[in-house]
Structures are given as C-alpha cells and as structure tokens.
C-alpha cells in the first residue's frame, strides 16, 4: 500500500484545537511557567524601539557614546526588554485569554541587556481572585522573570491582568 492509496480525511472537517493562552481556572499559583522560543535582540531591533519610543539616548544608538560608557557598549533600551519580556509570555500564557492588563507594580533591571543577548522568559501567578464586578473573568497578578543566555535575571516585571473565565462548553 502507497502514500497514495491512504484515505485522508478532509482537513476542513477534522476537530480544530486553537492556540490560545491559559483561562482563568487554569492559572496555578506556585507554578513557574516556563515560556518558548527565547528572543534574540538584535542591535538593530534596539534603534529602532528607541526611535520609534523617542528616546534618542546615546547609550542606546551610539556606538561611540557606548564604548565610551559604564559597560563599553551600546546597552538595550529597557522599555524594549520589558517590552520582549512581556511579549514571551503571551503565546503561553494570555493570547487570547486577557481581557486588559491593568497595571504594572514593581519593574526591575537587575542586570544590563546588550545587543545580541537572547532573552528567556519565565512567570510566576503571585495571586488569582474572581472579579466582583464581572463574572465573565478573574484578576491575576503574574510577576514575569527575563534571564540572558548565561541565566542572568536581567528583568523582573509584576502585572496585573483581567483574564477570560472559561467558557461553559470547555
């Protein structure tokens, strides 16, 4: 029997499993969510955040101005490694699921980020209440952790997010 001669079914009416993040009653407190692929941040990616941002810091667009600084070269721009941070949990965590973020609380930058550090991303859910207001979701503080290539803590961000409950049919 060949490949050809295999029946296979019509893709349009197989049962669909979509990506999605995790519902309210899934999110565990005391779990570490571990978050895949990590990131890259390249040198060109960091001008162009900070550009588009407005922050035209030298430390982060002169290379010059770099060599010249604390660390020698050109550093990230925070607000970009907050930003991948953030952006590395969404496809496991809340794509789909987040009703709103409502807040950050405390951010922290440990360690420097350079051009060409890969970025890994891990979170933690500090707490979970369901909403008094609205019985459709949940509130949950997540604290987001970015490790470098060496395992370095380079940023720590906690974040208040409204989160979908799951539907009835789920």
């Known amino acids: 029997m060949s490949d050809d001669d295999v029946q296979r079914p019509d893709p349009m009416t197989l049962p669909v499993v979509a990506q999605r993040?995790?519902?309210?009653?899934?999110?565990?407190?005391?779990?570490?969510?571990?978050?895949?692929?990590?990131?890259?941040?390249?040198?060109?990616?960091?001008?162009?955040?900070?550009?588009?941002?407005?922050?035209?810091?030298?430390?982060?667009?002169d290379a010059v101005a770099g060599a010249e600084g604390e660390y020698g070269r050109r550093l990230v721009n925070s607000m970009l490694t907050l930003s991948t941070l953030v952006g590395l949990a969404v496809g496991h965590i809340t794509l789909g699921t987040t009703v709103a973020n409502l807040g950050f609380g405390r951010i922290t930058f440990p360690a420097p980020v350079f051009?060409?550090?890969?970025?890994?991303?891990?979170?933690?859910?500090?707490?979970?209440?369901?909403?008094?207001?609205?019985?459709?979701?949940?509130?949950?503080?997540?604290?987001?952790t970015a490790r470098n290539q060496d395992g370095v803590v380079v940023a720590v961000a906690e974040r208040s997010a409204m989160m979908r409950r799951a539907p009835a049919d789920a």
């Open 115 to 144: 051009g060409g550090d890969t970025l890994f991303a891990s979170t933690v859910v500090l707490s979970k209440r369901e909403s008094r207001s609205r019985p459709e979701v949940g509130v949950v503080v997540l604290e987001h």
């Open 21 to 61: 993040g995790l519902y309210y009653e899934e999110l565990q407190e005391g779990v570490r969510y571990v978050h895949a692929p990590g990131k890259t941040v390249e040198d060109a990616e960091n001008g162009i955040f900070s550009m588009l941002t407005m922050n035209p810091a030298a430390l982060h667009l």
